[in-house]
């Protein structure tokens, strides 16, 4: 049986074999009702933004193709939202998988939702199921912290996530450089920080 989500994956050229072998058969055995790959040039934001239009589903969930879904992560996350019917969105955990030195893996667990601890410093990873009708759209001017600044768009709104208590996806780091790290992690910090009014 599928699931009314649609996964949105962009997608980079440079990523094709992980996307194959890994990426995209994690998404199709979670049995999603439409997958959206965007493998133009472009940025991730405008990417997703892209994806999201074409999105038929009531459920919405980017994974980026240097991840993949972890065995039953939908279903997970479409019981938390059936759960909490008021929440926005669904987020877990995320595990992060190194291939290169050094060479582990670990996981960055999330918490309970709370707007002022979002404020603080970001706690959701991008990979949330979200209710379609819900996706405000990436803000294209925010080059790094991109997940952050839209819990802070949705929150802001009155939205809130509900924590799904275990992983969704994993992210691995197939070189020792991964792209978002190309841009200033201080001016992105204060840029985001700024748009959201925050000290």
Not at 61 to 66: A, C, G, N, S
Not at 166 to 186: G, V, Y
Request: net charge neutral; glycine share 6%.
């Amino acid at each position: 049986m599928t699931l009314p989500v649609s996964v949105v994956i962009p997608h980079l050229k440079t990523r094709e074999e992980f996307f194959h072998t890994v990426c995209l058969p994690s998404v199709e055995a979670a049995r999603p009702a439409q997958i959206i790959v965007v493998d133009r040039e472009g940025g991730a934001a405008e990417k997703r933004n892209e994806g999201a239009t074409r999105a038929r589903f009531p459920y919405l969930i980017f994974l980026d193709d240097d991840a993949e879904l972890e065995l039953g992560a939908l279903d997970v996350a479409l019981h938390w939202l059936g759960v909490d019917p008021g929440a926005a969105f669904a987020y877990g955990d995320t595990r992060f998988v190194s291939h290169v030195h050094p060479v582990g893996e670990f996981t960055k667990v999330a918490v309970g939702w709370n707007a002022e601890t979002l404020r603080r410093s970001n706690f959701i990873d991008v990979t949330a199921l979200i209710r379609t009708e819900k996706f405000p759209g990436f803000d294209v001017r925010v080059r790094r912290f991109q997940d952050w600044d839209l819990w802070l768009t949705m929150a802001a709104r009155g939205d809130r996530g509900v924590y799904c208590r275990r992983a969704l996806h994993r992210t691995h780091r197939l070189s020792k450089e991964r792209i978002s790290e190309r841009e200033d992690f201080d001016l992105n910090s204060e840029f985001v920080k700024r748009k959201h009014g925050i000290s």
